[in-house]
């Protein structure tokens, strides 16, 4: 998946914010104020934060060379994906919804609400 393809699947999450809160090289992707993406834009390949279930994480590690243990992040609870070009871009999206549904999971209820629409 190329870069405009991605951010635009990213964006495209309701309630999505984009901002740069700890460097101009690391796109975050919030919702709710919540981070759910982080994107390295100074490194080749792309490398992108996504936050996943711990078992469905190792699994991920354990069966795609691609995907990491979360770069400064909770690698419990955080992967790291290599956009190399290794992974299919279907696998790409279901993991950023993923990423983005358990973000919306822990929001207050009010907030998950205004989420709906």
Not at 9 to 30: C, H, M
Not at 64 to 89: C, E, Q
Request: charge should be neutral; include cysteine; charged fraction near 25%.
């Amino acid at each position: 998946m190329d870069f405009d393809r991605l951010h635009s699947y990213l964006n495209s999450k309701p309630g999505a914010e984009v901002d740069f809160p700890f460097d101009p090289v690391t796109l975050v992707f919030k919702v709710c104020g919540k981070m759910f993406a982080l994107i390295t834009l100074d490194e080749q390949p792309l490398r992108m934060n996504l936050k996943c279930a711990p078992d469905k994480a190792i699994a991920l590690r354990d069966c795609f060379a691609a995907v990491l243990p979360g770069y400064h992040m909770n690698k419990r609870h955080w992967n790291t994906i290599l956009l190399d070009g290794s992974l299919p871009d279907d696998l790409l999206r279901s993991m950023i919804d993923d990423s983005y549904a358990l973000v919306v999971a822990g929001l207050p209820k009010v907030m998950r609400e205004r989420l709906k629409g």
